[in-house]
């Protein structure tokens, strides 16, 4: 029998997931250092959440760049080279007391980060061949780094406090050696070039869909990126707890990625991406809610309940904005893994201002509203076509459509 060209490439998409792993470890070590920032250095609220507003502005401002680059260019050396610059700059962050330094640190870390997303996005979906539930596994990757950023932070800072950071370059070094092995399996299978050419084949962009899209996760990104921000602090006030208990509450706001995103994925094969989207978007106002005005040891439920809200529609961001774009699918992944994410960043600096002035609190209450605003800007979006279905129709049919699904309307280009 011939073998199947759209399937999934399993080995690619198992080492990609794992070098998405290590290389987000530094986008959740970032928030995982400011209550060791506020702690051990007396930094104030404002002056912390300027060093996640350090790694994320660059971030924000290049991986669209980077984006457009690879939209032109394969580069899949930015892998292997990405994942290490990104390790090296956390690890430097807890070296020496100077405060700009530590932006400084933080920033190069922000611009490998930056680097490396469009590109793996780009090489992910091709060997993902369109399935929903294999970039789900590419996004959980990246979701575990996340979640384990916490505990991996907490263990080396007890070790030697800030100056141990430099034991943190470790995982970029297993994310680099993971991405060049899978970039030999690209190779081996020319899976990247076949992807490439089937997303210029594809469809014509639809910018406003795509628009509106980003705006819901811009949204999304300023409820994560302020609540990765100060929870430690917050759930320390709420509970009376003590260090343990704010890395626990980054730890389950983190982990519920590890289900969400593949969870996702599932879904959206049922029922399709918009109406998860939205439902998850929904779910997130009222756990939000929770996390903010309730107190003591229930206030972990509404942690769970906001990670799950806020990562199943994760990965389906990402193939979202791809096929709205799919002539430009390093630039939309650019744009939904980097500018529409890392904007949150910029927000944390006015949340920190707003704690400083009043309570940490009263400057998470406005997080609540944003996951509504984002509902309403996702409620006219329609279900994409996807490239691998337009792509394989025209080769002759070694692809499918997706099949129509009760409520799921299709673009109508």
């Not at 994560?224 to 917050?234: A, D, E, N, Y």
């Not at 106002?285 to 903010?292: D, H, I, P, S, Y």
Request: aromatic share 6%; net charge positive.
């Amino acid at each position: 029998m011939p073998k199947n060209r759209t399937a999934p490439r399993p080995r690619t998409v198992t080492l990609m997931s794992s070098g998405h792993a290590c290389v987000d470890v530094y986008q959740g070590a970032v928030a995982a250092l400011v209550p060791f920032f506020v702690s051990e250095r007396a930094y104030t609220y404002a002056a912390a959440s300027g060093i996640v507003l350090a790694a994320s502005l660059l971030s924000s401002v290049v991986q669209p760049l980077f984006g457009a680059l690879t939209d032109r260019w394969a580069m899949p050396w930015l892998l292997p080279v990405s994942a290490l610059v990104g390790g090296v700059g956390v690890a430097l962050s807890g070296v020496g007391g100077s405060y700009a330094l530590t932006l400084a640190a933080v920033a190069v870390s922000g611009i490998g980060v930056a680097a490396y997303h469009p590109e793996a996005a780009r090489v992910a979906r091709a060997a993902s061949r369109g399935s929903h539930v294999a970039m789900g596994w590419f996004s959980l990757g990246g979701n575990i780094g996340f979640a384990v950023a916490p505990l991996l932070v907490a263990a080396v800072v007890a070790t030697g406090g800030l100056r141990a950071t430099p034991l943190l370059v470790l995982p970029a070094v297993a994310g680099a050696a993971l991405c060049a092995a899978a970039l030999r399996t690209v190779r081996a299978t020319g899976t990247a070039a076949a992807g490439a050419s089937a997303g210029r084949a594809a469809g014509e962009d639809d910018w406003a869909s795509f628009v509106r899209l980003s705006g819901a996760i811009m949204c999304r990104s300023v409820v994560f990126v302020g609540l990765s921000t100060f929870i430690s602090l917050h759930v320390r006030q709420r509970t009376g707890g003590g260090e343990p208990a704010g890395t626990a509450a980054l730890f389950v706001l983190y982990l519920g990625g590890a289900v969400g995103t593949v969870a996702g994925g599932k879904l959206a094969g049922r029922y399709g991406r918009i109406a998860v989207v939205r439902w998850s978007y929904a779910l997130a106002v009222l756990a939000v809610a929770g996390v903010v005005l309730v107190p003591g040891p229930p206030l972990y439920l509404f942690v769970a309940l906001t990670s799950a809200g806020l990562y199943v529609p994760f990965s389906l961001h990402v193939t979202l904005g791809q096929d709205y774009l799919p002539r430009r699918v390093g630039t939309a992944s650019g744009v939904t893994l980097g500018l529409a994410v890392s904007v949150g960043g910029v927000a944390s600096p006015l949340i920190g201002t707003l704690a400083d002035a009043t309570s940490l609190r009263v400057a998470l209450t406005p997080l609540i509203a944003l996951p509504a605003v984002g509902w309403l800007l996702l409620r006219t979006l329609r279900e994409p076509a996807m490239p691998e279905a337009v792509a394989g129709g025209r080769a002759g049919g070694a692809a499918r459509p997706e099949p129509e699904r009760p409520g799921v309307r299709r673009s109508g280009r």
